[in-house]
């Protein structure tokens, strides 16, 4: 909400901000055309913006790079239009990607004109409570960094979102509506042929989070979600519910619906320069194997940031087991459209550590980023492949021979203006045992080059007569 982001800037300590800090906060306001508004007026605005991103691979993943083509992957956001009125907020959009078209990852969700209606919802807020219905992105995580139970990873869904609480304590949590699957099993994007009698599994994603912040430096949240499938699944009340814990819910009779559950936890803290982020998500502890030994399924994502007046220096670490977000029964997969709901792969480490260079002196709204990442990759990778039987062996993370990837790299950002920014991002990637061969190797530059362009104009109105 754009309300919530003038609250912010206006409860900022103007004078305790650096040059670049104040030059971002200028920007941010422009950007977003931030209007003073009196008794009974709302904000009605609209956006117009427009990009490209050009890559010398199929995938728009710098670290894990798909083929040698050059492609170039245009972007517009057709129309975006809001208004903002107090406590109740309204918003349109219509997104024309080629990526849509092009991913190699997932389903095209854009059939006309490879548009997709996204933030696109209604919705009202007070201090206390909020309520949303429509279509956006959720993200639960700190940005910039990866979020192993709820991310923007896959494309945003339709959903119904509820929020109780304040600051110090809230409770959130949504129910929406991921892709069905075909009664063979397949993610084709379709339910399936019902003139055949095929009426495939629809498919819901619930997710719940208790939040404590007993400080504005330091935040602990439990938090947890489920896929849930049947021919007849649908809106469900159990699931909805942010009081009910779904590891005591949802196996409990009556059951109308199949599930595969996560639970985690996530901490939040900061000391002065330095900020820690860690989430961990169990999936199942499982019985595998003839000797009946226990693995388990886990994702976690760590970060450590420190904090200086022209530069962040900061190292990042995320794991994910080689069994995490699949699951036995396919529809209880963790993936809409066949993108990721968590991350996109499994059975990996990544590690990168990186230096933000704020460079505002030379040119206002410039950052120069040094970066090393190391990717470990094991033969699991995919969260859509056949989950292993109980007879295989297969170890908890880095199964089978493993790909490793270390990518040194120089990225560049430039935002002198609210209305227009580019980013650069070349490095090169060393690979060992590629598509896990053993001592197959290959060295290859992979270069990102990205730019966009944004117009929004907000307007003050009166409500009343």
């Known amino acids: 909400r754009q309300g919530a982001v003038a609250d912010a800037l206006a409860a900022l300590d103007r004078a305790a901000l650096g040059p670049a800090e104040r030059h971002w906060v200028a920007l941010l306001e422009r950007a977003l055309g931030m209007l003073p508004l009196d008794d009974g007026q709302a904000v009605l605005g609209g956006q117009v913006e427009g990009g490209a991103r050009l890559i010398n691979s199929d995938r728009l993943d710098v670290v894990r790079p798909l083929a040698d083509s050059l492609n170039l992957y245009w972007y517009t956001g057709i129309f975006d239009a809001w208004a903002d009125a107090g406590p109740v907020v309204a918003a349109f959009g219509l997104t024309q990607d080629t990526y849509y078209d092009e991913d190699p990852d997932g389903l095209d969700t854009a059939l006309r004109l490879i548009t997709r209606s996204e933030d696109t919802y209604v919705g009202a807020h007070t201090r206390l ?4 219905l429509g279509r956006f992105g959720n993200r639960w995580g700190v940005a ?3 979020a192993v139970l709820v991310s923007p990873n896959p494309r945003s869904q339709d959903q119904l979102f509820v929020r109780l609480g ?15 699957i075909t009664e ?4 084709t994007g379709r339910t399936g042929d019902t003139f055949r009698g095929d009426a495939g599994r629809r498919r819901f994603l619930a997710a719940h989070r208790w939040d404590w912040r007993p400080s504005p430096r330091f935040a602990l949240t439990f938090m947890e979600s489920a896929v849930y499938s049947g021919p007849n699944a649908g809106f469900s009340l159990k699931y909805l519910n942010p009081m ?5 819910v949802v196996d409990n009779t009556p059951k109308n619906d199949e599930n595969n559950g996560f639970v985690g936890a996530m901490l939040w803290a900061q000391h002065r320069r330095l900020t820690f982020h860690g989430q961990l998500v169990v999936d199942d502890l499982d019985a595998r194997g003839e000797s009946g030994d226990e693995t388990i399924s886990f994702a976690l994502a760590t970060g450590l940031t420190y904090a200086a007046p022209r530069f962040d220096l900061g190292a990042t670490v995320t794991a994910v087991g080689s069994r995490t977000y699949n699951a036995p029964q396919p529809e209880g997969k963790y993936l809409f459209a066949l993108r990721g709901l968590g991350t996109e792969f499994s059975d990996f480490v990544h590690a990168a550590a990186f230096a933000d260079l704020y460079l505002d002196a030379l040119a206002p709204g410039l950052r120069l980023t040094p970066r090393l990442d190391l990717l470990a990759q094991g033969e699991r990778s995919g969260i859509d492949a056949p989950f292993p039987s109980t007879e295989e062996s297969i170890d908890n993370i880095l199964d089978g021979v493993v790909e490793r990837t270390v990518r040194p790299a120089l990225q560049l950002e430039y935002r002198p203006v609210p209305w227009g920014w580019i980013r650069l991002d070349g490095g090169v990637n060393f690979t060992n045992n590629v598509a896990h061969e053993n001592e197959a190797s290959r060295t290859r530059f992979v270069g990102l080059a990205a730019f966009g362009l944004q117009l929004t104009i907000n307007r003050a109105v009166r409500l009343a007569l």
């Open 129 to 132: 409570a909020a309520v949303y």
């Open 184 to 187: 063979t099993g397949e993610f």
């Open 144 to 146: 910039g960094q990866d």
């Open 166 to 180: 304040g600051d110090r304590f809230g409770l959130r949590g949504f129910l929406s509506e991921l892709d069905s």
């Open 244 to 248: 009910h814990p779904l590891i005591f």
